[in-house]
């Protein structure tokens, strides 16, 4: 339980008599409206395969491995690679449109809104990109983390021409869409842990922003007041994810727990 559906496989290459192979953080996303599955079946190879029938529309090769946050935005792909590259392709052909540099690869899924697109990287900027050209409009430096970072970290939220964003410090910055520069920042409280990420999603519900870390601090800020404090906040076990759904806040624990 659940019932499985079917399977498909987007390691063609491996040997199904050795079952290990490596990992990878690319994902896949699927097209809107289509039954086209875009992900990578292998560290440098990008893949657009029918859920239908398995057929295998494209295939794109890159020279630099595959990052990861595959996104798929109306009829296009952003692909992040390890060398600091960020991709856009045509969903129908996975013709490379253009390619732009930032400082590190970003394992986050982009975020579009208006004709930007926002890309949080592993080095902990926060870049705008103009959708159509992948010109840089600006960059934000949340300051470089040198500890170990997690998986899991929320991609940026774009709510009112205001950037948010959380970090592995457990922090939470808030950026001007339009400009880049920090508008605030929220440290929400310490907890006794290892590790502090952020994770799962950033949510707005009306005045509150909702957050969860991997600490197992829950919480929602206080957008209307001058000093963004904390509404309500909680110690739960260590949080692995996070989402909103119909007025309710819903987060994942490392035991398993919801």
Not at 36 to 41: F, Q
């Amino acid at each position: 339980h659940p019932f499985r559906l079917g399977m498909v496989s987007l390691g063609f290459g491996y040997n199904l008599d050795m079952p290990l192979s490596e990992a990878d953080y690319s994902g896949f996303d699927l097209k809107a409206d289509s039954d086209l599955l875009i992900g990578s079946v292998d560290s440098h190879t990008l893949a657009a395969i029918s859920l239908m029938d398995n057929k295998v529309f494209w295939l794109s090769r890159f020279n630099t491995a595959i990052a990861g946050a595959v996104s798929v935005i109306g009829d296009w792909v952003l692909v992040s690679l390890l060398d600091g590259t960020l991709a856009k392709l045509e969903v129908a052909t996975g013709k490379v449109v253009w390619e732009a540099k930032l400082d590190s690869y970003n394992v986050r899924p982009v975020v579009l809104s208006g004709r930007l697109i926002f890309v949080m990287t592993a080095g902990q900027q926060l870049f705008a990109l103009e959708f159509n050209s992948g010109t840089i409009q600006w960059l934000y430096d949340a300051g470089f983390y040198e500890g170990l970072m997690l998986y899991g970290a929320p991609k940026p939220l774009v709510k009112d021409d205001t950037v948010y964003i959380g970090l592995p410090t457990g922090e939470i910055h808030a950026v001007a869409a339009n400009s880049g520069k920090l508008s605030w920042k929220s440290d929400p409280g310490y907890v006794e842990a290892r590790f502090h990420d952020v994770v799962g999603d950033l949510a707005i519900s009306g005045s509150m922003l909702l957050f969860s870390r991997y600490d197992g601090l829950v919480g929602a800020i206080n957008l209307d007041s001058p000093g963004h404090d904390l509404i309500w906040s909680k110690e739960l076990p260590s949080l692995t994810a996070s989402t909103f759904r119909n007025g309710r806040f819903y987060v994942g624990a490392l035991n398993g727990d919801v």
